[in-house]
């Protein structure tokens, strides 16, 4: 365990946090460690405008034992976004795109075939208010491949369907959109003629001196890279391509990493710039001018006074005392247990009633991260780490944190984090049970494998269905019913590859059939049954010759997504 303290003296931590409560604080967040299963946890806290402590524990390198410190750099998952909306509040006071104004213009797609709805503006697709569906496991494929270059993304993310939640419509549902956030980096590239990574270096991170923010794949030095913990209770490492300049539909939305110290900066960074817009004083030098607006909220949920809370840009806002503290961590598995004892999960009391949090919660394979800023007092917790298994360990320990900031009463957030990680071993199980009650694999030779070779095509995205091998083709027995003797490719990048099994009648799958290999394979997303079975449909009027004679082949497969959106048909374009 590595302790720093930091701002105006070295011990002033002591006059802000009660010793004896700080110690075991830290002993707690120690012990996540084991319950969520990450490797590492490094966190740091800001109060009235300064740091007052830094700490980190446990390995950012388990394989050489090099452990994380306040410079490491931690993949943040959506905590990036509250850079990017930063950058379209930026682009919006220099008069380069606009945020009340319909998205599509901006843009420069074609409106003809484009499926954002007309007056979608740009504040809406900040804001999740699209009214548009979410399809991302079509976008972030498994073992972390991105199915979408930057150059076919635009039309990708043009062509999905209106969401089929709620009412469904632009401004009146709510639906989180990664998706439609990746095309807020391709409108900006637009708006300065300048890439992604390039203009968020010149615009924030050169400025307030982010200097182990990271934008780009070959900055590894002192980074923290992703793991799951196996059943065994070793750590596998995770590799994928979300730090990339090259994606920056992937690398604005999800991709970026960065330090506590740094995440401490930009937070201290955009609670000034929001109180300096507030009191009407001038922001023309300002860096980050306009960038208040991202914290104003635009969507709230109403649901009793510990339960409010609200969508900003990049951002989530709630009050303590409240029971949406991280709103959008990972740590949501537990549902059952949040209804019987709701008032375990209640951040705050009376003491610090009415006190603002402004938060951002950044889940991605093998990492997550919390950005929990207090702006009455100027205050900030970050919190990172470097493994995603058994819930939001960020979420956990930044919880445990606030409670000694704020000199709050103890609650036992141990025994939470434990219920949710037994809750997220629970939730695949239940998966895999489900899937084992649908598994009827029906009696199959080689030629039946005939009838599924082929390319499909749905929502700009193409399906390769293969033989694994030609022996898969011409085996000198009848099939294993069990054995995968086909493989999908997802539009084209042979890094997704999956195996596919006979599942049912007229039905393959790809789904995991083990927790280790559902988290290994960076398929946290695939979190229901359907989403790894393709169903397939035949055309009898299309025939080819196989041993038996004629026989009908597939024209589609139905390929449901999302566990709350409707299927998607993909047409066969190739044999």
């Not at 035949?538 to 589609?556: A, K, V």
Request: glycine share 8%; hydrophobic share 35%.
């Amino acid at each position: 365990m590595a302790t720093s303290y930091g701002g105006i003296q070295a011990d002033c931590w002591e006059r802000v946090l009660d010793p004896e409560q700080l110690s075991r604080a830290l002993e707690d967040v120690q012990q996540l460690l084991d319950i969520c299963g990450v490797p590492s946890i490094s966190l740091g806290i800001l109060h009235h405008g300064q740091v007052i402590l830094r700490e980190s524990v446990g390995f950012r390198n388990v394989e050489r034992e090099f452990r994380a410190d306040s410079d490491t750099k931690y993949l943040i998952g959506s905590v990036s976004k509250t850079f990017l909306a930063a950058l379209a509040a930026i682009a919006d006071s220099e008069g380069r795109l606009k945020l009340q104004e319909p998205f599509s213009p901006q843009l420069h797609c074609d409106p003809a075939r484009s499926t954002i709805p007309p007056q979608a503006t740009l504040r809406n697709i900040l804001h999740h208010t699209s009214g548009l569906s979410n399809p991302q496991i079509l976008y972030l494929g498994p073992m972390g491949s991105i199915l979408h270059s930057a150059d076919t993304f635009l039309d990708f993310a043009t062509s999905i369907p209106m969401t089929d939640q709620g009412e469904g419509r632009l401004g009146k549902q709510w639906v989180y959109n990664n998706t439609t956030y990746g095309l807020i980096p391709l409108a900006l590239e637009a708006a300065y003629s300048q890439g992604y990574s390039s203009l968020l270096k010149d615009k924030i991170l050169i400025p307030l001196g982010l200097r182990n923010t990271a934008d780009c794949a070959t900055d590894e030095e002192n980074v923290a890279f992703p793991y799951i913990q196996l059943a065994s209770g070793s750590f596998r490492r995770l590799r994928n391509s979300l730090t990339d300049e090259r994606n920056p539909h992937v690398l604005g939305v999800m991709g970026m990493r960065s330090s506590v110290n740094d995440l401490l900066t930009w937070a201290n960074s955009v609670m000034g710039e929001g109180t300096a817009e507030d009191q009407g004083q001038s922001q023309t030098q300002s860096i980050l001018r306009g960038v208040a607006a991202t914290r104003k909220p635009f969507w709230t949920w109403r649901q009793g006074d510990t339960k409010t809370w609200s969508s900003c840009m990049g951002w989530t806002k709630t009050t303590m005392p409240t029971s949406r503290f991280g709103a959008l961590s990972y740590n949501f598995a537990a549902a059952e247990h949040r209804l019987l004892e709701p008032d375990k999960y209640i951040v705050g009391n009376n003491a610090t009633a009415g006190k603002t949090i402004l938060q951002s919660n950044g889940t991605v394979y093998g990492s997550d991260c919390g950005l929990y800023a207090f702006p009455d007092t100027r205050s900030a917790i970050v919190v990172c780490s470097n493994g995603l298994t058994n819930g939001d360990a960020a979420d956990w320990a930044a919880r445990i944190m606030t409670h000694a900031l704020f000199n709050l009463p103890r609650i036992d957030f141990l025994e939470l984090a434990r219920v949710e990680a037994a809750a997220r071993r629970a939730k695949f199980e239940a998966m895999l049970a489900e899937w084992h009650r649908g598994h009827e694999p029906p009696p199959h030779t080689s030629s039946d494998l005939l009838k599924f070779v082929g390319v499909y095509s749905g929502l700009e995205t193409t399906l390769t269905i293969r033989a694994r091998s030609e022996l898969d083709i011409n085996p000198t027995s009848d099939g294993d019913n069990n054995r995968p003797t086909l493989q999908v490719v997802f539009n084209n990048v042979e890094s997704s590859q999956r195996d596919l099994i006979f599942y049912k009648e007229n039905t393959l799958s790809f789904f995991p059939t083990s927790r280790d290999e559902w988290l290994s394979d960076q398929m946290i997303d695939w979190d229901f049954t359907d989403s790894g079975l393709f169903y397939f449909s035949s055309d009898p009027s299309s025939e080819y010759l196989n041993s038996d004679g004629y026989s009908g082949r597939m024209s589609s497969l139905t390929w449901k997504w999302d566990e709350n959106e409707s299927p998607t048909v993909f047409m066969r374009v190739e044999v």
